[in-house]
């Protein structure tokens, strides 16, 4: 089975800044890699698929990219409604795995 | 727009069963894989159970294996998850996804005795 693992597990930062998570399957994927944002309380909301392309109504403040095994996810400046808990996904195949999540705080 | 309203969760003693329903609207149900995701209080998701679309193909996490049963009936746009002999580690709110797009809102299994 696929294992993967995110880093880091949560993250300070500031309105304005940019910041950077990192995704890593434990064998290769290929593309088959998808990003996933949750606020406290509510369901995920879909971010990205095929590691880079955005889901339709997605801001182009996130941005995905990689391949194979690693993979990263860009929040360019971030706003009050972007501090959440972003998680990747696998669908290379069954089973499906999620990374433990990223969370994203307020600095 | 799509559409996933999942209903069916509740409080239940260990080793009892819920079955979980998700209403579909918005697509080609029959024409998409769907899936069962769960989230345990204070953790984070984990893949539950696919079908696939076309001739219903079934997979499941280990966790699940050979307890509960995923279905689905086209006719209806409806995603079934029927839960055996549940566990008090069951406990979590249950969503229906259309992965990767499209998640319900969750419902929430409670085993407790």
């Known amino acids: 089975d696929i294992q993967m693992t995110q880093s880091p597990s949560s993250l300070s930062a500031s309105v304005g800044d940019s910041v950077t998570i990192t995704c890593r399957a434990s064998?290769?994927?290929?593309?088959?890699l998808a990003w996933f944002q949750q606020k406290p309380g509510k369901a995920p909301k879909s971010l990205i698929y095929a590691a880079s392309s955005l889901q339709s109504g997605v801001p182009s403040k996130f941005s995905g990219s990689g391949s194979g095994t690693d993979f990263t996810l860009t929040i360019s400046s971030l706003q009050p409604e972007d501090f959440a808990t972003y998680y990747c996904q696998h669908y290379n195949g069954y089973p499906f795995s999620f990374g433990p999540g990223t969370k994203v705080d307020i600095k | 727009e799509v559409q996933l309203l999942e209903s069916g969760g509740g409080l239940v003693q260990p080793g009892g069963s819920l079955r979980l329903s998700c209403a579909a609207s918005?697509?080609?149900?029959?024409?998409?894989?769907m899936s069962w995701v769960r989230q345990a209080p204070g953790k984070g998701l984990e893949w539950v159970s696919s079908i696939t679309g076309s001739n219903g193909n079934t997979h499941y996490a280990d966790s699940v294996k050979g307890r509960f049963t995923i279905s689905r009936d086209n006719s209806k746009s409806t995603l079934y998850l029927q839960m055996n002999s549940l566990r008090a580690e069951d406990t979590a709110v249950y969503y229906c996804?259309?992965?990767?797009?499209?998640w319900g809102q969750g419902t929430l299994v409670t085993v407790s005795s």
């Open positions: 064998q290769g994927i290929s593309n088959y």
């Open positions: 996804a259309k992965l990767v797009s499209d």
């Open positions: 918005g697509f080609t149900f029959s024409s998409h894989s």
